[in-house]
């Protein structure tokens, strides 16, 4: 198996956009807060993660309310409620990866 370790060149395109990856999380996670539908929030889940770490101060209230909203619903949402790692680094998804 091939070890897929990004390039010098991939990680500098890719830290060129970390700013819009940030925007992404955040407004997955504002969206998946305030809709309620089931169906769209699913989609939603994938474009953030339950990490305070990965947001600025003013968006960890809303991050409490999407894990509260996840655990709600634990089987709906186990992927958002285990992942670990953010799901918007690009070059951590492999081509045909529907994540």
């Not at 089987?75 to 670990?84: G, N, P, Q, W, Y």
Request: hydrophobic share 40%; glycine share 4%; net charge negative.
């Amino acid at each position: 198996m091939t070890s897929r370790q990004p390039t010098t060149v991939s990680q500098a395109e890719d830290d060129e956009v970390a700013d819009l990856r940030a925007w992404y999380r955040a407004a997955c996670l504002t969206a998946f807060v305030e809709c309620d539908h089931n169906a769209t929030r699913e989609w939603l889940a994938r474009g953030f993660i339950l990490d305070e770490s990965f947001y600025p101060s003013n968006l960890h209230r809303r991050i409490a309310q999407a894990r509260a909203i996840a655990e709600a619903d634990p089987v709906r949402f186990k992927e958002l409620i285990a992942r670990t790692t953010d799901g918007t680094n690009l070059i951590a998804i492999r081509p045909g990866d529907d994540r």
